[in-house]
């Protein structure tokens, strides 16, 4: 782990020294903590983590490891009918639910997500990988916002907002630059399940926090 990089890990680490996860991100308050804690456990004072450093401080070789290389479990088969992917994208999804909202994450449910890192695993149960969004790669400096990856993507087609049905993806405009700043599942009854600040929820399609939709996305016909 290194400057700028999100994610599960970071979010561990942060906790480890006691830092806020209001937003998960190794900078350089994270940096001096680790490169002190090095030194003082004999390790070379990087100020990087790195699996040497992540087991010292505890954590499971393992987690190194697993924690970024999930993939949801197909849920879909040859077979599988229109509702059927829908369902399995929801269904994924709601295992989040009540899951703390933690920039660049997109791993398993065991721990939490945002709201494209939610929407990338909810896809790969379907049967959809997003590429060149995925789990891995959301983490990374500088792709936070796969939101505006997924809204561009290939994958997802632009329906009305009074067309609008189960399974859809609901993309929302940033009021303060007009950017595209989120994306949650349309579930039906102008509901969406997404993870917002602070938690993974079924929320209003609508509210005071994100009220501009900027595109209602179809990945299903």
């Known amino acids: 782990m290194y400057n700028g990089v999100e994610g599960i890990k970071v979010y561990k680490v942060r906790q480890f020294f006691g830092l806020s996860n209001a937003h998960t991100i190794y900078d350089s308050n994270v940096i001096s903590r680790v490169r002190n804690w090095q030194a003082n456990h004999g390790l070379p004072a990087t100020g990087i983590v790195d699996y040497n450093t992540w087991t010292h401080m505890g954590f499971s070789g ?5 924690i970024d290389n999930y993939v ?15 369902e399995a994208m929801i269904a994924q999804a709601k295992e989040y639910l009540g899951k703390p909202w933690i920039s660049g994450a997109a791993s398993s449910p065991a721990y939490g997500v945002d709201c494209s890192g939610l929407v990338t695993q909810a896809l790969y149960a379907s049967g959809i ?9 959301h983490a ?6 796969n939101c505006q990856r997924l809204y561009s993507s290939p994958y997802v087609h632009s329906v009305a907002y009074s067309q609008r049905l189960r399974g859809d993806l609901i993309f929302y405009q940033s009021p303060y630059d ?13 509901e969406v399940l997404d993870s917002w600040p602070n938690s993974v929820a079924v929320r209003p399609i609508t509210n005071s926090q994100r009220n501009i939709v900027a595109k209602v996305g179809r990945v299903f016909y």
């Open 140 to 145: 990374q400096p500088g792709n936070e916002w």
């Open 62 to 66: 393992k987690d190194w490891y697993d």
């Open 129 to 137: 990988d997003p590429q060149p969004t995925s789990n891995i790669q």
């Open 178 to 190: 007009g950017s595209i700043w989120h994306v949650g599942i349309y579930l039906g009854n102008n």
């Open 72 to 86: 949801a479990p197909l849920r879909t088969n040859i077979n599988s009918t229109r509702n059927d992917h829908i």
